[in-house]
């Protein structure tokens, strides 16, 4: 089996069946809760587990996948006969799990280019599934890092977090931008911008953010389907998913030419950090 191995890492949020169909392989990162470090592909640290744990006030803390796990799926790609590996992962702003990724790659038997995605979840998710797909096709590694960084800058990213703390306590958002939020007793709506989580706006009820969140995604698809037609739409919850559905529906009802929307529970990692409550949507162009 000549050709390209794509691989990503578990907070793509990409679902088992996703990620198997398009031939895949995701990293797990680790989830920590009070001191026990577990990959997220266990069944024992699921979304809804840590966000259990989040709401009894366990602590939830998380780390990077090691270089030597990255080595040995490498090297278990080249066994299959790949020529080459395509590696991408989240933001390096967010998450040393490009650069395990790339100390691994530095050994392995077969090259591997390891791309940064500047950005998280399914907008990562949906770029990786279009390397994927160009690999199968019999693109080289260059043509599939290209279509994933391509895709992946193309995304838009929008989501609603019930609190700043969790972001806050992890590193992830700057403390000046967390404390604005909870001086002003606000809900806050973020976006993913070069690489970094960054406060989009800040909406005084979580009812005015909910129907905040549904005008930024109507917007982002409209601008995206105008510039580059074929255009995908994810909607992201943790643990509640019935809000998430909720949503669907409404953009649904608003975009007359979306068909379908991917309801993606965020992986256990990204879920550690923005807590529960946490709603997102991601708009993804396809690009021609």
Do not use: N, W
């Not at 998380?62 to 080595?71: G, I, N, V």
């Not at 791309?115 to 599939?144: C, I, K, N, P, Y």
């Amino acid at each position: 089996m000549a050709g390209v191995a794509v691989v990503t890492d578990s907070t793509a949020s990409l679902s088992r069946t996703a990620a198997t169909q398009a031939g895949v392989v995701v990293i797990p990162l680790q989830v920590v809760i009070d001191g026990v470090s577990r990959p997220e592909a266990d069944d024992a640290v699921t979304p809804a587990v840590v966000a259990r744990a989040l709401r009894a006030g366990k602590r939830v803390t998380t780390s990077r996948p090691s270089a030597e796990a990255f080595a040995a799926a490498y090297e278990d790609l080249a066994e299959a006969g790949f020529d080459a590996v395509v590696s991408a992962h989240l933001s390096l702003a967010m998450s040393g799990t490009f650069s395990a990724a790339a100390i691994a790659a530095e050994s392995s038997s077969i090259p591997v280019t390891v791309v940064d995605t500047r950005t998280l979840a399914m907008a990562t998710g949906f770029a990786v599934l279009s390397g994927a797909a160009v690999a199968e096709s019999g693109a080289v590694a260059a043509e599939v890092a290209g279509v994933i960084e391509a895709r992946a800058a193309a995304a838009t990213t929008y989501f609603y977090v019930e609190s700043l703390d969790h972001l806050r306590r992890g590193g992830r958002i700057g403390p000046a931008a967390a404390l604005l939020g909870s001086a002003l007793s606000v809900k806050p709506l973020l976006t993913v911008s070069s690489g970094v989580i960054r406060p989009q706006e800040r909406v005084r009820t979580a009812s005015k953010a909910l129907a905040r969140l549904e005008e930024l995604g109507v917007s982002a698809y409209l601008r995206a389907r105008d510039s580059d037609g074929e255009v995908q739409m994810a909607v992201h919850h943790l643990d509640d998913v019935e809000a998430a559905e909720r949503l669907v529906e409404r953009l649904l009802s608003r975009l007359d030419d979306l068909t379908d929307v991917t309801v993606a529970e965020v992986s256990a990692v990204l879920g550690a950090h923005v807590g529960p409550g946490t709603l997102g949507i991601v708009v993804s162009p396809q690009l021609r």
